[in-house]
């Protein structure tokens, strides 16, 4: 059995689930979750989700401080700043097409089809390969020139 991509998905209400995605698309209105160390199977709505977090290791390494800074990674995009609702924010890089028209703030009506965006941590130190930012948990984001 492939155990899929490794993941934490956070919640909106702050809670965390661990284990092996299957089948993930931008699209999904549902995913399917292997929860880590069990063969429990959970299905997901995307529209409680905060983030998903695609990690090396569930683990991670707590006496790690992640950087926040541009010039530690070599660009792979469009520098950007999340500011997400609960006051979390982070820094990275988008590839690709961004969920929003012109501007900083995110058009709902042009991410009805499109649920959010991936974004590549600036450190590559970081446990996070990538994470995938869902717009309805987002305040603001800003594309560093």
Do not use: C, H
């Amino acid at each position: 059995m492939a155990e899929g991509e490794k993941a934490v998905l956070r919640f909106l209400d702050g809670t965390i689930l661990k284990g092996y995605l299957e089948g993930f698309t931008e699209e999904a209105t549902e995913i399917t979750v292997r929860t880590m160390g069990t063969k429990t199977k959970t299905t997901v709505d995307v529209d409680k989700l905060k983030a998903i977090f695609f990690v090396k290791t569930f683990e991670g390494d707590r006496q790690y401080s992640e950087k926040k800074s541009y010039g530690i990674r070599k660009p792979k995009g469009r520098r950007t700043f999340v500011k997400f609702k609960d006051g979390e924010d982070m820094i990275g890089f988008i590839e690709g097409k961004v969920p929003w028209e012109k501007g900083f703030f995110l058009s709902v009506e042009k991410t009805k089809k499109l649920k959010g965006f991936y974004l590549l941590p600036a450190d590559d130190g970081s446990n996070n390969n990538s994470v995938f930012v869902f717009a309805d948990a987002v305040r603001d984001v800003t594309i560093v020139p």
